[in-house]
């Protein structure tokens, strides 16, 4: 990652977290303070970081940071009550807890230990793996799936 990259991540971050404060004091521009620093977010900083993994030859990576991005566009439909919001967060929960997050885990177990990739690293990785699991978890059980809309009745 490059240090444009540092930045732009570091500035919608910030603009994200003014446009939480604006949207919980209710106060004006906070719809445009946080679509814009959503949206920087999603559209900008996550695809480079997509691409730099795709470099890298690190597929499962990229993935996640898709599905993480299409997350963060569901969050942001959902806070700007926006239609399909629950499609979008369920189908990347859905996705990113039953193929991603086990794959990462496996492929992490599996990977052989050289100087590159110690022991120490494995038990890193599948440990983050393990709190993401867990974090996906809780949001799943949360999800009411009875009210979300399959993609075959989009009009």
């Given at each position: 990652?490059?240090?444009?990259?540092?930045?732009?991540?570091?500035?919608?971050?910030?603009?994200?977290?003014?446009?939480?404060?604006?949207?919980?004091?209710?106060?004006?521009?906070?719809?445009?303070?946080?679509?814009?620093?959503?949206?920087?977010?999603?559209?900008?900083?996550?695809?480079?970081?997509?691409?730099?993994?795709?470099?890298?030859k690190k597929i499962i990576h990229s993935i996640a940071g898709f599905f993480l991005s299409t997350l963060i566009i569901g969050v942001l439909f959902k806070i700007?009550?926006?239609?399909?919001?629950?499609?979008?967060?369920?189908?990347?929960?859905?996705?990113?807890?039953?193929?991603?997050?086990?794959?990462?885990?496996?492929?992490?177990?599996?990977?052989?230990?050289?100087?590159?990739?110690?022991?120490?690293?494995?038990?890193?990785?599948?440990?983050?793996?393990?709190?993401?699991?867990?974090?996906?978890?809780?949001?799943?059980?949360?999800?009411?799936?009875?009210?979300?809309?399959?993609?075959?009745?989009?009009?």
């Amino acid at each position: 990652m490059n240090n444009l990259n540092e930045k732009i991540g570091i500035t919608s971050s910030i603009i994200i977290i003014a446009g939480c404060l604006l949207k919980a004091f209710h106060l004006q521009g906070a719809a445009v303070v946080l679509t814009s620093g959503f949206l920087i977010f999603s559209l900008i900083f996550m695809p480079s970081i997509i691409f730099s993994q795709l470099k890298e030859k690190k597929i499962i990576h990229s993935i996640a940071g898709f599905f993480l991005s299409t997350l963060i566009i569901g969050v942001l439909f959902k806070i700007m009550h926006w239609p399909f919001a629950n499609f979008l967060i369920s189908w990347s929960v859905t996705i990113s807890l039953f193929g991603i997050t086990p794959i990462y885990i496996i492929s992490n177990y599996y990977t052989k230990i050289n100087e590159n990739f110690s022991k120490e690293d494995r038990m890193k990785n599948i440990l983050i793996g393990v709190f993401i699991l867990a974090i996906l978890s809780l949001k799943y059980a949360m999800m009411d799936l009875s009210k979300i809309p399959s993609p075959y009745s989009i009009p």
